[in-house]
């Protein structure tokens, strides 16, 4: 039985990837580690270790005398802080990485270092600058009018510490407050729209991808940016436009891509998607979406870390149907439904509403 090491264990994301091994065709056996001790006890696997901090210089020497002492195989971290240092350190760490290459990471990681690559690479993007001072700020509205779109170049997750900005005084506290002067850009607002194009690849070949739309921040009303990074509801979509820019977006930062490539796109006015991020070495949060569905990219990511034959794969591009919705939310399993049965609901609300007025 392959061992294989999760870290992050306690959070949704590595969850959802214990979840999809879980429901895969064979049986692995699963070691979370976590440097939360209350996260670590929601923790899915077979195994719950506590590490510290990336930022500890003791985490990676810990995790090595964790790899040896469970005999852990591969491991694979869904959290962006972990994702780094285990990537500058996968030689030594003594297990399979499959990960992308580090300066792969490093660029996709820096979102104004991205934003450069895919300026330079001609595709449309939101124009952007980094904010040193109070004159780049002043700039800023000036070049891009009001509103506009602050971020943190390196995020802290879950679009912590974005923020739409409508005026110079709003700005200036927002970045007082994240310390966030060198460390911001600030951008066009682009339209709320946004769809995601999770992908996996080996040694430059694209082995599957799907597209996803968002239709709304779950807790949206909670964060000032209106953006909390928890999807609501996500839904299934193939749209041709969506696959040719996430495919130019990758090769745009790596011409032969090796591992999970999740990229974010956000619509303009124009209703053309825009690259703003790529999520790199990890799949989006709700990936136990596309697994339910019947697309468990978890289980081919592991057979490919071990250089083991896949399953077959039929249709690479967007293999499920479109239309098929994954609805979540806090404290309630998550339902995997179409949108047909959405409006279904809907239209009966309607005539209902028709037969009070008769």
Known sequence: ?????VTGAGGTPATNFVRSLRE???????????????????AETDEKILIPEAADPDFIPLLRSVIAETGAELIHSQPDVEILPISSN??????????????TIEILQDKYQSFLKWQEAGLK???????????????????????????????????????????LTIARSWLDFWQGWGQF????????????????????????????????????NRAPSGVTGIT?????VSDPEVDSIALAAIRAIDSSPHGIFSVDLTYDKRGVPNPTEINIGRFFTTHLFFTRAGLNMP??????AFGEPLPPIPVKVNPLPPGLAWIRGMDFLPV???????EASALELKERKERLDS
Not at 24 to 42: K, M, T, V, W
Not at 136 to 148: S, T
Not at 299 to 304: A, E, G, N, R, S
């Open 24 to 42: 895969s065709p064979e049986p692995f056996h699963l070691i979370g580690a976590d440097c939360n001790p209350y996260c670590l006890q929601r």
């Open 125 to 167: 993007v939101p124009d952007t600058m980094l904010i040193q001072n109070e004159v780049d700020l002043k700039i800023a509205f000036e070049r891009f009018g009001k509103p506009i779109w602050l971020r943190a170049i390196v995020s802290p997750g879950a679009g912590r510490g974005s923020f739409r900005a409508e005026s």
């Open 185 to 220: 850009t600030a951008a066009e607002c682009l339209e709320p729209h946004s769809i995601t194009w999770m992908s996996l690849w080996h040694r430059g070949e694209l082995i599957v991808a799907q597209g996803r739309k968002r239709l709304y921040w779950e807790f949206a």
């Open 232 to 236: 609501g509801t996500g839904v299934t």
């Open 1 to 5: 039985m392959k061992r294989i090491l």
């Open 336 to 342: 995997l439904t179409d949108i047909a049965h959405v």
């Open 299 to 304: 289980y081919f990511f592991t057979k490919l």
């Open 90 to 103: 996968r030689q030594s760490l003594g297990a399979r990485t499959y990960l992308p290459k580090h300066t």
